[in-house]
């Protein structure tokens, strides 16, 4: 009954640009944190940045200050990841996380099904 799902994926050259955005949609009550985490071939998860419904946001050190994580400013279930100055190693598969609630169930984390980011010349 809840969805996410991530748009932007693609394949840009080292030294490029993406927007990643996620969009929460079904029978939801409340969204708290949301977020993006990656999963590099033959590598665990991680996480890459979160953001609060008050807009407070933690990043991981590999993409402080190239990435940025904002959501929109009146439709708070939209988040959306701004990743600059792309390197090889950045190629992934990003995934968007949500903790969300409906009417019947309190917060659970939902997941996207996530979108393909290929850095390479």
């Known amino acids: 009954q809840v969805r996410l799902v991530e748009s932007g994926g693609g394949l840009v050259q080292p030294g490029g640009s993406l927007r990643l955005s996620c969009a929460a949609s079904g029978n939801i009550f409340r969204v708290d944190v949301m977020g993006w985490y990656r999963q590099a071939p033959g590598k665990q998860r991680e996480l890459v940045a979160t953001?609060?419904?008050?807009?407070?946001?933690?990043y991981a050190s590999s993409v402080r200050g190239r990435f940025t994580i904002s959501r929109h400013n009146t439709l708070k279930n939209t988040v959306y990841l701004q990743m600059n100055s792309l390197r090889p190693e950045d190629t992934a598969v990003y995934y968007c996380?949500?903790?969300?609630?409906?009417?019947?169930?309190?917060?659970?984390?939902?997941w996207g099904q996530g979108t393909l980011v290929t850095v390479s010349s």
């Open positions: 996380a949500a903790e969300v609630a409906t009417i019947e169930l309190p917060y659970l984390k939902r």
């Open positions: 953001i609060t419904n008050g807009d407070a946001t933690n």
